[in-house]
């Protein structure tokens, strides 16, 4: 095919495709994980009507972060043990621990019996107990071989292009909240904004990937604030989203760090 042959109208179609997909798909995979797994499941923050946390914390689960009461109870036990002996995922053992060596020994880190006594509101959802309600590997299997057939779904209805994009959006996704886990926890990046006893850092480029996880430190002084960031620079996709939500009446019982919290403490 000549240069001549080659039509730039199709070329941009495909690029401006390509970067609907990707943010889109960065959208539902992102707050999948920050809105669904962490602030509505992990902390409530808020309350969504059971349609609509099933519809966002789906896009948790196709970012390939597993059972939702694992997930839930990991983090749980991590706000319980903030970098001491007992946090999961704490820097103190190894950076490469933190950011995914973790996720092979929480087996040895939090019994099946504790992990149900820290979820036991999720515990009464037949569904997710389906995804798994313990550390055993099938529940990993089965994320996998469900996120394999929704991308064989995907490209079958929309192509290579909607795939591609998907595909980058989640790696992307997938690793943000290990880069919370772990750059989040290093004393040499970032600032705190409050004072906390444990090691927690705002780090704004973590939370940009993030979609406002990053802004750690915030969130480690007020746990079950839907909102992370509180100085008005901290960039917060997830609290925006909430925020709509809320306007939209979809969104209740949302709550919001007291005014004290938005002044730098020293």
């Not at 960065?26 to 669904?36: A, K, Q």
């Not at 519809?55 to 706000?79: D, K, N």
């Not at 772990?182 to 780090?203: E, I, M, W």
């Not at 809320?246 to 709550?255: A, M, N, Q, R, T």
Request: charged share 15%.
């Amino acid at each position: 095919m000549s240069i001549a042959a080659i039509n730039p109208v199709s070329i941009t179609w495909t690029i401006s495709s390509f970067v609907a997909w990707f943010l889109g798909s960065y959208l539902y995979h992102g707050l999948g994980v920050t809105l669904g797994y962490h602030r509505l499941l992990t902390h409530k923050a808020l309350t969504v009507p059971r349609w609509l946390m099933y519809l966002i914390v789906s896009g948790g689960y196709l970012t390939l972060m597993g059972s939702p009461i694992v997930w839930v109870g990991v983090h749980r036990l991590h706000h319980q043990k903030t970098d001491v002996p007992g946090d999961p995922h704490s820097p103190n053992e190894g950076f490469t621990h933190a950011l995914y060596g973790w996720m092979f020994q929480m087996d040895k880190i939090q019994s099946t019996e504790e992990l149900h006594t820290q979820v036991k509101d999720l515990m009464a959802d037949p569904l997710m107990r389906m995804l798994g309600d313990s550390h055993a590997p099938w529940q990993a299997l089965l994320c996998l071989i469900i996120n394999i057939v929704a991308r064989v779904v995907l490209f079958l209805l929309f192509g290579w292009t909607a795939l591609i994009a998907d595909l980058l959006a989640t790696l992307i996704v997938f690793w943000s909240p290990q880069l919370v886990n772990s750059v989040c926890h290093l004393p040499n990046f970032g600032y705190k904004l409050q004072a906390t006893k444990d090691n927690s850092r705002n780090v704004w480029w973590v939370a940009l990937l993030s979609l406002g996880e990053g802004w750690h430190n915030n969130h480690h002084a007020m746990p079950t604030s839907a909102r992370h960031g509180f100085a008005w620079w901290e960039v917060d996709i997830t609290w925006y989203t909430i925020w709509i939500l809320e306007k939209l009446g979809l969104s209740k019982k949302v709550i919001r760090p007291p005014e004290k919290n938005y002044q730098i403490q020293s």
